[in-house]
């Protein structure tokens, strides 16, 4: 797997080097993802996660055709979390996920990349390894957007499970809030763990406009429709 990048001077660097390998790199056989998004999930999401998975693959930094996909547009009150095979189109789970503390409150609203934040990252992440922690198994993230998510090692930003994310609490309106991590219920958490560990794309969404305009992993043609918009 690649290395973090420490700063956005080597992260500049880092991303170059990435769109000449694209551009050198012998074309792949494509997968015919599904073409409606996940039920539930908003149609941006869809085709913005669909683009960070393909730019992955054709950077040569995953060979995974598992996709999972965090739409933070919706209320942490929905589950918002789904895991899809791109190969077969099957839905391979679909979760409650919580968002960081100072992301908001039932709805996140507000993302950072910086440490001590605690908020939520939004864009491509790509799955590492696993250890035990505090909450149990847990899955660490590597950041793969320089200036937007590459903070999230050093932040310690990890999927794993927590008493505070359940149906009964979401129903509620009550889902629990993390430091920046997006936590799954504990009855699931190993589950998913398991299923997407090591290379496994997680891309996080939002209809932020500074990161649709820095994003090199986001779709550029609905990005400038977004962008184009006015609040």
Known sequence: MLPLQPSSRVGAVFSAALLVFAACAPAMTSLRPPDEAPS??????WTHALAAHDRATRYGLTTRNILTIIDFSLSSSERRLWVVDLETGQLLMHEY????????????TSFSN???SNQSSLGT???ANTYVGVRGLSLRLRGLEPG??????PRGIVIHGTPTVNPLRATQGRL??????PAVSMESARRLIRLIEDGVVVFAWYPDRAFLARSDFVDPGAAAIRLSQTD
């Open 176 to 181: 629990g809030r993390t430091e920046g991590c």
């Open 97 to 108: 996920v919580a968002h960081a503390m100072r992301s908001g409150t039932r709805w996140a």
């Open 125 to 127: 992440f790509l799955t």
């Open 40 to 45: 539930g999930m908003s149609a941006e999401a």
């Open 148 to 153: 937007i998510n590459d903070r999230a090692e």
């Open 114 to 116: 910086r440490d001590g």
